[in-house]
């Protein structure tokens, strides 16, 4: 195995994998050569005070590394520890800007007082290079800004100094207000500019001198715009002492024993009386003690200290594109990301599936079925049997996902465009109907679901649709209770125990839904649903031959259980007056079976939940078995520029609140008042529209033909 010399300086990052030959996560290498494998030989260059000196080489595969210019490894290997470089990659929006500051930029930076604006000044080498393979590294040297727009600096005095991951945003140039350029008189310092420092600013600047009077005296005549407030816009609140604090929104809505609306803010720094994120006893989102401020939402104005620049998620310009990191398919198929790798992955903007053109739908339904699941695993891996074209584009599809994080919309339109029909490329679809092509014609997978009726009748069927009337439930059910309900009522029994559920709840797109929230059951029961199967006496615990649908609301035989009965309690529950009208049925249950046999119990285990508002589809997915490892994905979370010249932003937000939320016991959780949760929460509990369920222990795979 010859390496092949690599002559053109090529610099990359490792963002997965286990330690292998040197290298390890958040790791910084040059590429010396390449193997005819295609695994990278690279000089390793390490953290600490040698930072910019490379050590011994080491090999790390090309899918395990996210490339690099010589700028950005400086930049990063300014910051420790390793996996703060690997948590800046994951919003390649902000690195993107961060690579290009320039003097005089304004930029907020974490600081001990919090997070303070300030101009670049410098761009400061660090370290000496004393060989040719010598990395400096890159800092950045800031002044600091005062609230009312002046330098903090009154003499000359050292600079502090900030790495790339203390910069949390950069304030767009044609945002920033025409006041906050340097005035005459002020001490200037003499900035040497590096040659790997891109010269953009003087651009910036000229554009900014080029601003209208009326823009002058709008930006200097007042200090806040107004913009709407939403979760994640930088605010600002004066209290009854005339003190401002400043925060991020971090929670909206109606709280716990109030009726107008109000928001949770996390603070840039520790206020003494504040909270962790909980208001009263109701927590309605997580951080550090003391910088929760609770507050109605008319308190609270855009952060002045920014002008115009509400949000926090100031995106480039129309006639800007985000870099997309290059992918070459592997011939070894990606693994479901470990629960480990996830955050640093997957969490950020564009991150997930980018989306275009109504592709909501099947955005996140790939990103839920695919990301993490290891029981739809199999079903997309490389066949040894010659594989159609548009499965060879799912899958790598796939595997990019897996191994950058990022899909871009280009992947996704070619996969759209080999479906069949111009109706998937350009107009809105519902999941369902995604689903059983995607398994019938691109996987060309039997259906995942056998179904036999009370005629004996057996079908096929790739989801399965909740049929009910309303009032066989509570208000607000559990999917539980639901798939309970609606078996019971249409007679239909499970032939066998399905490796994949997804279960589609009784709602019509975005147009009707029967219940105003559905409670998410993180295990599904299924013991009671599969035909001819051992099932237990509700009463006492002995082998059943009888169920009875008319039991199933019964207030005093718990609602919603399915209630099956040996012959003794079936005929001594229906004795009683308000039971004896009722009908049960005789059980399909195998007949060697003793009657004192204890039922195993077969369980299915939520993994994702596809969720619509206003024709838009989103999802939650878990990642893994902690509670607390719950993904939010929008496709469309935001958008850079017009509808003709623009692109879809997508998101990728972790949901710990999920877990807290669902870890709780059932009984709570049906007297949860769902208005009051974490805004995902509540929006996965009003808008749920298809829950997905899966048996580990039974993996999906190919069948041995081809279904043409």
């Not at 066949?383 to 796939?398: F, G, M």
């Not at 995902?680 to 580990?696: E, G, K, T, W």
Request: proline share 7%; with cysteine; aromatic share 8%.
């Amino acid at each position: 195995m010859e390496p092949q010399t690599v002559l053109k300086e090529k610099f990359f990052i490792v963002i997965r994998g286990k330690s292998r030959k040197g290298f390890c996560r958040g790791c910084i290498g040059r590429v010396e050569a390449e193997t005819q494998r295609g695994e990278l030989m690279g000089l390793l260059y390490c953290g600490g005070s040698n930072a910019g000196s490379p050590k011994s080489g080491g090999i790390v595969r090309r899918e395990d590394t996210y490339p690099l210019t010589r700028h950005q490894a400086q930049l990063l290997l300014f910051v420790s520890p390793a996996s703060k470089r690997l948590e800046l990659l994951c919003n390649p929006q902000l690195f993107s800007a961060i690579c290009e500051l320039s003097q005089d930029d304004l930029v907020v930076v974490k600081h001990k007082k919090g997070h303070l604006p300030g101009l670049v000044r410098n761009l400061m080498q660090i370290g000496r290079k004393e060989n040719k393979d010598d990395l400096h590294m890159l800092g950045f040297e800031v002044e600091f800004v005062d609230n009312d727009h002046n330098l903090s600096s009154k003499k000359p005095a050292p600079l502090p100094l900030f790495s790339a991951a203390d910069v949390v945003q950069v304030v767009p140039s044609y945002s920033v207000p025409v006041g906050l350029h340097w005035k005459d008189g002020l001490n200037r310092k003499a900035v040497t500019r590096i040659n790997s420092m891109p010269n953009i600013g003087s651009h910036a600047r000229q554009a900014r001198e080029n601003h209208t009077e009326q823009s002058l005296i709008q930006s200097q005549g007042s200090r806040t715009c107004h913009v709407p407030l939403e979760v994640g816009s930088m605010v600002e609140v004066v209290s009854n002492s005339g003190v401002t604090v400043y925060g991020v929104v971090r929670w909206l809505g109606v709280p716990g024993g109030k009726t107008d609306e109000w928001a949770g803010i996390e603070l840039d720094y520790e206020v003494n009386g504040c909270s962790d994120g909980k208001y009263g006893s109701q927590r309605y989102f997580t951080c550090k003690g003391n910088r929760a401020l609770f507050v109605p939402i008319t308190k609270c104005s855009p952060d002045s200290r920014f002008v115009c620049s509400s949000t926090g998620r100031e995106a480039p310009r129309p006639s800007e594109t985000l870099p997309v990191p290059p992918f070459e398919d592997s011939e070894e198929d990606a693994p479901p990301i470990p629960e480990s790798e996830v955050v640093s992955l997957l969490v950020g903007k564009m991150k997930g599936i980018q989306g275009h053109i109504n592709s909501c739908y099947l955005d996140a339904t790939l990103f839920s079925l695919f990301s993490s699941s290891v029981t739809l695993d199999n079903i997309c891996q490389k066949s040894a049997d010659t594989e159609q074209p548009i499965t060879c584009t799912l899958r790598k599809i796939v595997n990019r996902l897996r191994r950058q994080g990022f899909v871009p919309a280009e992947s996704v339109m070619n996969f759209r465009e080999q479906l069949g029909c111009d109706t998937f490329r350009t107009e809105e679809k519902d999941p369902e109907e995604f689903i059983t092509v995607l398994f019938q014609k691109v996987l060309c997978m039997e259906p995942l679901l056998k179904l036999r009726s009370r005629d004996e009748t057996s079908q096929g069927a790739y989801t399965f649709q909740i049929f009910l009337e309303k009032e066989q439930v509570g208000q607000i059910p559990t999917v539980q209770q639901l798939l309970d309900t609606s078996c019971l009522s249409g007679d239909l029994k499970f032939e066998e125990m399905p490796s994949c559920l997804m279960v589609q709840m009784p709602r019509f797109g975005n147009k009707y839904k029967m219940f105003s929230h559905i409670i998410p059951s993180t295990e599904l029961d299924i013991t009671d649903l599969l035909y001819n199967s051992p099932r237990e006496c509700f009463i006492c615990g002995r082998s059943a031959g009888h169920e009875c649908l008319q039991c199933l609301p019964d207030r005093k035989l718990q609602p919603g259980r399915i209630k099956q009965y040996c012959t003794t309690c079936n005929t001594q529950v229906h004795t009683h007056p308000s039971r004896q009208g009722h009908s049960p049925t005789a059980l399909a249950v195998p007949e060697d079976v003793a009657s004192d046999t204890p039922v195993s119990r077969h369980m299915m285990q939520l993994f994702a939940v596809l969720c619509i508002q206003t024709s838009h589809y989103v999802s939650f997915v878990k990642y893994g078995p902690d509670p607390h490892s719950w993904l939010f994905f929008d496709s469309m979370a935001d958008r850079c520029g017009d509808d003709q010249r623009g692109y879809n932003i997508p998101e990728i937000r972790a949901c710990p609140e999920l877990g807290d939320f669902l870890s709780q016991p059932e009984e709570e959780l049906a007297r949860a008042n769902p208005t009051q949760s974490h805004e995902l929460v509540r929006r996965l509990l009003c808008d749920s529209y298809m829950f997905l369920y899966q048996n580990p222990a039974k993996p999906l795979s190919k069948p041995n033909h081809q279904v043409s």
